[in-house]
């Protein structure tokens, strides 16, 4: 298994990780800082909550283990080694991706810009961009306030960082991207919405997916984090309803870090009085399935084995005790 992680108030180079773990024997067998490089945002980065840091998503291409920064695709070794990476002037705040192993392409989401990019492996560049709110559709559909351009030429890595995304009432924080039927599924956190990309439609708007994480689908089971509300979400794409959810917080791993992160809270509070609260408690995210279990990542960093069929927590795994180390990658 493979995690990544975010540190809240870390500097950039400590600000998160790439672990390649054993859960069974509850082992790390290697860990490796991951930060952006050329260009680096290190002096141009001053929100200490995430923004540039951290590992995002997580995939295997043939001999290569993948993980993104915030605006690269970092080609690892079995050492966990860079052997060579894939960047682009639209390729900024990556999250989630989805790996089309057929055709041998990567769809990424670019959140911090409202974009989709599409990767070639075999040709190692970007072959395609969706630009949400260039789409008429898509506008009228999401209620933004109008349709808009992007010029891509434009090196976004680094003149985006200081964007003011809380208070872009257009930003949808596309963060979560899948396949289902053939169609092009996203997460729209801002407004709770799984979008249809390819039919231009809105799936489900739910408020318990605003703020989410992750999207994963099982057979008709559409799967994601209540990143805000500590639970894991479960919807029926077939017939449209929600199957259950399953409150974290009843496991009793989770009770005691539940308090210790609002402890946190209060002295961020006492000592940083100009900046908000980087650290959330159980903050859900990283999300992959196994057959009738899941793996879940939380904050402070744990993996929970769920059997999600009957809500019970079957193992554990604590990477770190402390709220400020969050997971945000997973991989199986």
């Known amino acids: 298994m493979y995690i990544g992680t975010v540190v809240r108030s870390g500097s950039i180079i400590n600000g998160g990780k790439l672990l390649s773990i054993d859960f069974e024997n509850k082992r790390i067998n290697k860990s490796i800082s991951i930060f952006p490089q050329n260009p680096s945002t290190e002096k141009v980065d001053t929100n200490k909550r995430g923004n540039s840091r951290g590992c995002r998503g997580i995939f295997k291409y043939n001999e290569f283990l993948v993980a993104c920064d915030f605006h690269s695709l970092l080609f690892l070794d079995s050492n966990l080694e860079v052997k060579y990476k894939i960047s682009d002037h639209g390729m900024v705040g990556l999250h989630e991706l989805y790996f089309d192993e057929k055709n041998e392409k990567v769809y990424l989401t670019s959140t911090t810009i409202n974009t989709i990019i599409v990767v070639d492996l075999k040709m190692r ?127 009793k791993i989770i009770k005691f870090l539940d308090i210790k992160g609002k402890i946190i809270n209060i002295i961020d509070s006492c000592f940083f009085l100009k900046r908000y609260k980087v650290v959330k408690s159980l903050f859900c995210r990283g999300l992959q399935i196994d057959g009738d279990f899941v793996f879940m990542g939380t904050s402070p960093a744990i993996v929970l084995k769920i059997n999600w069929k009957n809500g019970t927590l079957i193992d554990s795994f604590k990477i770190s005790s402390n709220p400020r180390v969050c997971v945000h990658g997973l991989f199986l």
């Open 125 to 251: 560049k970007v072959v395609d961009r969706i630009y949400l709110n260039s789409d008429e559709k898509i506008v009228k559909d999401l209620s933004l306030s109008s349709k808009k351009k992007i010029n891509f030429d434009t090196d976004f890595r680094i003149s985006s960082i200081a964007k003011d995304l809380k208070n872009d009432s257009d930003h949808m924080h596309l963060n979560a991207i899948t396949m289902y039927k053939g169609d092009i599924l996203v997460l729209l956190n801002r407004k709770g919405i799984i979008y249809n990309i390819t039919k231009r439609e809105i799936v489900l708007q739910h408020d318990n997916l605003i703020g989410g994480h992750n999207i994963s689908i099982s057979e008709d089971l559409l799967f994601s984090c209540n990143t805000l509300g500590h639970s894991l979400f479960i919807y029926s794409l077939e017939k449209k309803v929600v199957v259950k959810e399953i409150d974290i917080k009843k496991f």
